[in-house]
């Protein structure tokens, strides 16, 4: 027998629980969630605050999660505290609690795309692996994700850019 598709992903329990109690959300962003994996090797995380930082996002509040052995953790303890309205997770165990106040994502590809999917969380995505790009072009395709592109051509005026367009263009999925 093979379990293929979304249907079948292997997500934590709190994902499926988290989903039976979501709120619908209008469209309008206030809180963003920002996650690029627990060790985040090519720091989109930083990249991600610095887009953030900029005057124009700055009245958004931001959660942003890491794991403990980030090699880029004082770096992003430093952006984190030189941005209002910004709290840093480091290792956490309730990502799904942090996620469903969110009303917009920024991550990769990967497992949390199937959390942010099964909570209905929105989300700018940026890919680092070439394997990443073909379910990144269907899960966008069907309106499950906003590819931004590979971490080859993204840079933080792109993530500003994308961040602006959903927010003016009310671009986001509502389901």
Request: charged letters at 25%; one cysteine or more; hydrophobic letters at 45%.
């Amino acid at each position: 027998t093979q379990l293929l598709g979304p249907g079948y992903a292997l997500l934590r329990p709190e994902f499926a629980k988290a989903r039976k109690r979501l709120k619908w959300r209008n469209g309008n962003v206030k809180r963003i969630f920002v996650f690029f994996g627990g060790s985040d090797a090519h720091n989109l995380t930083s990249m991600a605050l610095h887009a953030l930082s900029e005057p124009e996002l700055s009245h958004l509040e931001v959660d942003v999660v890491i794991g403990k052995n980030n090699i880029h953790r004082d770096e992003i303890q430093r952006a984190v505290e030189s941005r209002g309205l910004t709290h840093l997770h480091v290792q956490v165990d309730s990502m799904a609690a942090i996620m469903v106040k969110a009303d917009l994502a920024l991550g990769s590809a990967g497992v949390n795309t199937w959390e942010r999917i099964c909570v209905g969380l929105p989300s700018l995505v940026i890919s680092f692996a070439e394997n990443h790009k073909l379910i990144l072009d269907d899960l966008t395709k069907n309106g499950h994700v906003h590819y931004l592109g590979s971490i080859k051509n993204v840079d933080k005026s792109i993530i500003k850019k994308g961040i602006l367009d959903i927010i003016s263009e009310q671009l986001l999925i509502k389901d």
